[in-house]
């Protein structure tokens, strides 16, 4: 049974950083793909960071040169490296990863910036 963890959110002020965790277990995370995703209040679920099994990264435009994807493999965990924290970045912030055809997505971790 493939679960993710996130953990690590929680509340920061503008131009600050968080640091995500994504825990996996029943898979082994360097052999998928691990994408983040946010979801603000009133609005629809986005993507925000990928890395793959290769190595590579991507982020959405929006967190480009703010935030960071990396992974540990001995501890099986991606973080998200969050810095120059802005309000609009307040969300609950899921990870993902397919293992065979099924998609798994993690309980989500709240993230809230403000003052």
């Known amino acids: 049974q493939v679960q993710l963890v996130e953990s690590g959110g929680g509340l920061a002020q503008p131009g600050g950083s968080l640091r995500l965790s994504c825990a996996a277990s029943g898979t082994v995370i360097s052999t998928n793909f691990v994408a983040w995703y946010r979801q603000a209040p009133g609005k629809e679920r986005e993507w925000v960071a990928t890395?793959?099994?290769?190595?590579?990264?991507a982020y959405a435009d929006s967190v480009k040169g703010r935030f960071s994807i990396s992974r540990d493999n001995a501890q099986n965990t991606v973080y998200l490296q969050m810095n120059s924290l802005k309000p609009e970045d307040t969300a609950v912030y899921y990870c993902?990863?397919?293992?065979?055809?099924?998609?798994?997505w993690g309980q989500g971790t709240q993230v809230t910036v403000s003052s």
């Open positions: 993902r990863t397919d293992v065979r055809g099924a998609t798994y």
């Open positions: 890395v793959v099994s290769g190595g590579a990264f």
